[in-house]
């Protein structure tokens, strides 16, 4: 399962206590070094796209606290930072509003800083208190609530309608594994490929009123923003191909209208399973729409290298 969405707590580590104690030596004074500093949280990113699955069981993530400060002036050890890995794509939402875009490979990024140690009652000694007897505690780190999306960043984005072979397409242009079926949503979530160094997203099967929460590409279609070429699968084998066509550009446009802008292929799929006399009536139709169209069919290596060739 790919998670996609999640709320977390980070917490920077607690600043250790300062330390009350005093040198053996009689009169010397006193002695309790400072405590050490709370631990950071950080953030960097990976290519792993299932990275957000692990704060599911984990929702709340704590650097590690200063220890306590020692005697002779010692300052206690600082707290752990802690790293939580994150995928390529994930931006980070907090309640004041702020926004962190995670769009670089291996970007490391402060999410919460940790609280400075407290100060031992050496720190305090004077003229006037020559034996003092109090340190600070320490304060306490950062903590914030964030809401982590990921949006997929990919070069291609096969879309259209369920059953439209994009899963299929993937598979034979890439070395994905998608899963292949002839019935409705059997692609559950996102898969990706690679393709010559570049990657290929297949989103879920969106259909009429997914904007609106209908089927499952309403949860997938924030991931068509990032994507620069669409790549639009309509199936040979509807009676109504431009109709298809329209449905899902309606849904895109509802979404977000910019989805409109971006540039598109439209891959008349399965195009083996058809006449040729009817496949031809399908490619004129769909014409209609001024976009590039080319048939491609799975058993037609002619067809794929058309579009790979486009593709570069």
């Not at 891959?267 to 209609?288: F, G, I, N, Q």
Request: net charge positive; with cysteine.
């Amino acid at each position: 399962m790919l998670v996609d969405e999640v709320e977390i707590i980070v917490k920077g580590g607690h600043g250790g206590k300062g330390r009350v104690a005093f040198y053996s030596k009689m009169g010397a004074g006193p002695s309790g070094g400072d405590g050490g500093r709370g631990g950071d949280v950080y953030v960097q990113t990976t290519s792993d796209l299932y990275a957000l699955n692990k704060f599911l069981s984990q929702p709340e993530c704590k650097a590690w606290d200063g220890q306590l400060g020692g005697g002779n002036r010692k300052t206690g050890a600082d707290g752990e930072d802690l790293t939580l890995i994150m995928p390529m794509g994930t931006t980070i939402y907090d309640q004041e509003g702020q926004e962190i875009e995670l769009n670089e490979l291996n970007k490391k990024v402060l999410l919460a800083k940790g609280g400075l140690g407290g100060r031992g009652n050496a720190f305090f000694k004077s003229s006037s208190n020559t034996t003092s007897r109090f340190a600070q505690s320490g304060l306490p780190g950062v903590e914030r609530k964030l809401i982590l999306k990921l949006k997929l960043i990919a070069s291609f984005g096969l879309i259209g309608l369920p059953n439209a072979g994009k899963s299929s397409i993937l598979n034979e242009l890439t070395n994905a594994q998608a899963k292949i079926g002839d019935y409705p949503f059997t692609t559950l979530e996102p898969n990706l490929g690679m393709l010559n160094g570049i990657v290929i997203a297949d989103i879920p099967g969106l259909i009429d009123g997914a904007s609106e929460g209908r089927g499952l590409g309403h949860k997938f279609l924030k991931h068509i923003e990032k994507v620069k070429l669409l790549l639009h699968c309509v199936s040979s084998q509807s009676d109504n191909p431009l109709g298809d066509y329209k449905v899902i550009r309606d849904e895109l446009k509802k979404f977000n209208p910019k989805l409109l802008e971006k540039e598109e292929i439209i891959l008349l799929t399965k195009s083996d399973l058809v006449e040729k006399k009817d496949l031809e009536k399908k490619l004129k139709s769909l014409a209609k729409t001024k976009k590039k169209v080319l048939p491609v069919s799975i058993h037609n290596w002619d067809s794929l290298q058309v579009l790979i060739k486009a593709l570069a």
